[in-house]
């Protein structure tokens, strides 16, 4: 038997995943400690891969004495991959999140009724480049993140990001996926929810997209609104409201506004006149003052409601039954 054949019989090859690497002293220590072990003929750990390679005696040694050394200097071992893109994936969102936590507040003061929020983050809604600045602070969090994790491996480089493509891919996809969510589903969506009375209205609030039931002195008007993003669509919906007389305003993606109102309340130039429209030019579309045409945006699919009774306990119905507060 040849010498070489002997060497392969006397030695077992292994590579083990280990969690809880942050920097080059945890690869140390790991070298030392498994090096140290009786049987043991080679260890290179890989702070990159997350793993050891190590080559042992078998007829001294096996994997499993080796596994609780390393678990007894303070990591594990296992494939965690799964858990460990689950955890960049959860730190995507969050970063997504944290940024819009503003506008979040504006829409929960808005369905609540909570006037302060709406006061303190109506300023920042009125700024046309908001969602902009947000989108970037949100992309800065994870270009921060993703830079302290490649230089804690030793690896802030263009090769380094190479190798850890997986890992940027998740952080940067989740974050921007968040966003979008957030932009083209969630803020345009609660801009048809919430149920804040409008000033010099008493009684019932206004329920945005309640087109069930209209009274005959009700004027309808088509808005575009330039708003750059659907995530002003709140805003939008809020400020139309203070102008007292609105009977329901209905949002369309991703810049319309369909409002019916009591014309002897208001009007459309007072509409207009609001300071939002300074900062985002509203174009009417579409007026009319005709039943026939209201009844027509009642029929619309979009505006059918559903649900049992509410706005404040009186009936809401539509043309399918149940309830036109927000709800279709």
């Known amino acids: 038997m040849s010498k070489k054949s002997a060497k392969k019989k006397t030695a077992s090859d292994e590579i083990i995943r280990i969690k809880g690497m942050t920097c080059k002293s945890c690869v140390e220590n790991i070298e030392s400690g ?13 702070l990159t891969e997350d793993s050891a390679f190590v080559r042992f005696d078998p007829s001294i040694t096996n ?43 504006f829409i ?3 369905i609540l009724g909570v006037t302060l929020l709406m006061e303190f983050f109506r300023p920042l809604l009125m700024n046309r480049w908001f969602f902009h600045i947000l989108v970037l602070i949100s992309i800065g969090f994870a270009t921060l993140s993703s830079a302290l994790y490649l230089k804690r491996n030793s690896l802030l480089s263009m090769a ?8 940027l891919s998740t952080m940067y996809g989740s974050t921007v996926g968040i966003n979008l969510v957030l932009f083209l589903v969630i803020f345009p969506l609660l801009a048809n929810v919430s149920t804040v009375s409008a000033a010099g209205v008493t009684g019932a609030a206004i329920a945005s997209g309640d087109f069930s039931e ?39 993606f991703p810049n319309v506004f369909d409002v019916v109102y009591d014309s002897a309340k208001t009007s459309k130039e007072g509409m207009l006149s609001l300071e ?26 979009s505006y ?17 039954g149940g309830c036109g507060c927000g709800g279709w």
Request: aromatic share 6%; hydrophobic share 30%; proline share 5%.
């Open 34 to 46: 498994v090096g140290s072990m009786a049987g043991v003929k080679d260890v290179k750990v890989s």
């Open 63 to 105: 994997l499993n004495s080796i596994k609780k050394k390393i678990s007894s200097l303070g990591y594990s071992t296992g494939n965690y991959k799964a858990e460990k893109k689950q955890t960049t994936f959860l730190q995507g969102v969050s970063y997504a999140l944290l940024p819009h936590v503003g506008c979040i507040a």
């Open 108 to 110: 929960a003061g808005s």
């Open 160 to 167: 380094g990001a190479k190798r850890k493509w997986q890992y």
């Open 214 to 252: 209209l009274d005959e002195g009700d004027a309808y008007i088509q808005l575009a609104v330039d708003i750059p993003c659907p995530g002003h669509a709140p805003l939008i919906t809020e400020e139309l409201k203070t102008t007292g007389g609105i009977s329901a305003i209905q949002f369309s």
């Open 276 to 301: 939002v429209f300074e900062e985002y030019p509203a174009t009417v579309l579409d007026e009319s003052t005709s039943q026939d045409a209201i009844k027509e945006i009642q029929q619309k699919p």
């Open 304 to 320: 059918t409601a559903t649900g049992g009774s509410c706005c404040g306990g009186s009936s809401c119905a539509g043309p399918t």
